[in-house]
């Protein structure tokens, strides 16, 4: 098959993660949004056959974006069978050896590559650091795409060139230290996840990230789902630093998201609709797709809410009425509503009842919120969600903060913190 010079082909390949193929499908919307006049651009979707559904449905008004699924690696020593995507981990903590399985995609991702047309650029996520070998070997510029924002990558270089954490009797998990190079920011060593606890783990999890790192500095450039309105001085910061690719800030993504096509509404919008004409503001609750909260910490939520006498609309994965057991649900009949499907988050955001989002601050739930103008209540748990959640707080100051108990990211939280909270910030909102 041959393409004209005029006509671009460009791959993009996303890590088996929602919160890191949603952003890249919505670029690849809009690569395909630009170019709509005069189709010159063809789009193809890497990806895996459990993760292949999903993305078939989320580009359901996009059919001309071509998805391909590789085989997943089978028998890897700690990942059930038929694992495909973080979502499914048993833990997070096996996030080294899942991500490191994603090597043995490379032979048929090379493969593949040969029958295609020829690939104009690639993007592919940070976590798939062996693409940039398949990049290399065939010629193709590599775009790299961590789904993070500009301030926490500025941040944690700034945090890893100085060195601000690394002699080990240098600082306690919670004592705030100022960021050399941006001296009215203070970070504390616990804002910094490695992904494991263990220390056993933690040297092939600093592996994994020096092998990411190591094929970001040597891809051609760096895509950031931001925009440059919103933090300037960490794109120019990133940008000035020399010796990495250049940023570009190509979101807010969210935008892209085709609107509503008279499909039936879900039971959470009528309900949104009821509390509109009740005229009750509500608090959505939600923590990305990935988020691990212990069965205590859940009831102590539940209670917090509760408590809080707030209405709210809370999308878990988890059964909640198993959990605290009979009675809560018939207690917050009138107030509450708890949703265990996949919910259109940017449509919930968007309601007007939804006067507040108490979110863990995974970087596409508090750009949407920030996009829609609905403030957050931040609540970070994992990854980089502490620093999203101090630029939600400090930086754009659109957010109040959930302290831990032990000021910790992974301590606990009373019921007394997310009720005082919550009543505090309805008086904000
Ligand atoms: O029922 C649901 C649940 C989620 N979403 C969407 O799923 C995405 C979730 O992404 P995010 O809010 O970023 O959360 P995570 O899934 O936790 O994201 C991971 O990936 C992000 C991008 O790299 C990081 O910022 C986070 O720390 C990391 O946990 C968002 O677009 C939501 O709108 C839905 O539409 N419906």
Request: hydrophobic share 35%.
């Amino acid at each position: 098959m041959s393409v004209s010079t005029h006509h671009h082909h460009v791959v993009l390949f996303p890590y088996m993660s929602k919160g890191h193929i949603i952003p890249l499908l919505q670029f690849g919307r809009l690569l395909l949004r630009h170019h709509r006049k005069e189709p010159t651009i063809t789009v193809t979707v890497f990806t895996t056959p459990k993760n292949q559904p999903f993305i078939s449905d989320f580009l359901s008004d996009t059919p001309e974006i071509k998805v391909i699924s590789l085989p997943f690696p089978e028998n890897i020593t700690g990942i059930p069978p038929g694992v495909e995507n973080t979502e499914k981990l048993p833990s997070m903590s096996l996030f080294v050896p899942f991500t490191r399985a994603t090597k043995l995609l490379q032979p048929f991702f090379e493969e593949t590559l040969k029958t295609l047309p020829k690939v104009s650029f690639m993007v592919s996520d940070g976590f798939l650091w062996w693409t940039s070998e398949s990049a290399a070997k065939f010629n193709i510029p590599r775009f790299v795409s961590y789904g993070m924002n500009s301030y926490s990558a500025a941040v944690s270089i700034s945090v890893f060139k100085h060195e601000l954490f690394t002699e080990p009797e240098s600082k306690s998990d919670t004592e705030p230290v100022t960021v050399p190079d941006f001296p009215w920011i203070k970070v504390k060593k616990c804002d910094f996840d490695h992904g494991t606890t263990e220390p056993e783990e933690s040297g092939a999890a600093l592996e994994l990230s020096m092998d990411q790192i190591k094929s970001t500095t040597t891809s051609h450039g760096f895509l950031v789902n931001s925009f440059y309105e919103l933090e300037s001085a960490f794109v120019d910061y990133n940008n000035n630093s020399g010796d990495k690719p250049k940023s570009w800030c190509v979101g807010p993504l969210c935008l892209t998201d085709p609107p509503k096509q008279g499909s039936a509404k879900p039971a959470w919008i009528h309900w949104l609709d009821q509390k509109r004409e009740e005229g009750r503001p509500v608090l959505y609750v939600a923590f990305g797709t990935q988020a691990e909260i212990s069965n205590k910490q859940l009831m102590e939520l539940a209670f917090g809410l509760e408590d809080s006498k707030v209405n709210f609309l809370w999308v878990t994965r988890k059964d909640v009425e198993e959990i605290i057991g009979e009675g809560f649900n018939d207690r917050i009949r009138e107030s509450g509503m708890i949703v265990r499907d996949w919910v259109d988050q940017w449509e919930i955001l968007s309601h007007e009842s939804v006067k507040g989002f108490l979110s863990h601050c995974g970087w596409n739930s508090a750009q949407e919120s920030i996009c829609v103008g609905v403030p957050l209540l931040a609540w970070p748990m994992m990854a980089e969600q502490p620093l999203n959640a101090k630029m939600v707080v400090e930086e754009i100051k659109v957010g109040v903060r959930v302290e831990t108990e032990d000021g910790s990211v992974k301590g606990f939280v009373t019921r007394e913190e997310l009720s005082g909270k919550v009543s505090k910030y309805k008086n904000i909102c």
